[in-house]
């Protein structure tokens, strides 16, 4: 399986912000159910077979193992993400607050608009080690967007932070966690915490008007973070 990130040019603009209906083999889609109702240990292929509805040899037919469905899922994710974060900082342009902002926007779209899928990177551990390493250079290729950004706002003077590669780390956790509490439901959209996390990002990463609260986004939806703060408690009721 080609495990690089796309080369093609960024998408347009609108590409990275939507989202349509989940495009996955049945099978995968099923497993990845599975997976996050069971874990990968507590989900057999004849689990996944009885919800699909084939024969466990007819499974084996499209996937080698089980191995073979949770590597498939993950490298779909993780492939979805980079491609998404390239276009945000393609349509961003040179300017690193732009891309930055872009960029943290589009990975926190995606961990609320595709949550089942994201929330397997929970499941890394259950990899190979063929496939983890596959894996993990992916994630890292995101990690190094992100902190060349970071890097080119520090030598401008856009980002502050001391310990860049920490401030990264930070950043990824903290948005890549939105998918084990987010619900489609709650008080925020996925706008709307994307925004929230754009702004706790720049207070990582050290952007000085992401304390003082003089700063202007580069996000299409500026109205809709000023509504919900305006809430004292919607950040408390999100993750309930």
Request: aromatic share 6%; net charge negative.
């Amino acid at each position: 399986m080609n495990t690089a990130p796309s080369q093609d040019p960024a998408p347009p603009a609108e590409h990275w912000r939507s989202y349509g209906p989940l495009d996955l083999h049945p099978i995968l889609v099923q497993a990845m159910a599975a997976f996050n109702e069971h874990g990968y240990h507590g989900t057999s292929v004849r689990d996944i077979a009885g919800r699909v509805g084939v024969t466990v040899p007819a499974l084996y037919y499209h996937y080698e193992n089980k191995q073979a469905l949770l590597a498939t899922l993950l490298e779909t994710s993780i492939k979805d993400v980079l491609d998404r974060c390239r276009a945000a900082a393609g349509e961003a342009g040179d300017d690193p607050l732009a891309r930055f902002c872009g960029m943290v926007e589009s990975i926190v779209l995606y961990m609320t608009h595709r949550r089942q899928l994201a929330f397997l990177d929970t499941e890394i551990r259950s990899l190979e080690p063929r496939n983890r390493a596959r894996y993990v250079a992916l994630r890292d290729y995101l990690e190094h967007m992100l902190l060349d950004t970071v890097e080119a706002g520090r030598a401008q003077g856009v980002f502050t932070t001391p310990i860049p590669a920490d401030a990264v780390r930070s950043v990824l956790v903290m948005c890549q966690g939105v998918a084990n509490w987010f619900r489609a439901d709650g008080p925020l959209t996925a706008e709307e915490v994307a925004e929230r996390h754009v702004l706790l990002s720049l207070g990582t990463v050290g952007h000085p008007g992401a304390v003082t609260g003089d700063l202007s986004l580069p996000l299409p939806r500026r109205a809709s973070l000023a509504r919900s703060s305006a809430s004292p408690g919607s950040a408390a009721r999100t993750s309930g």
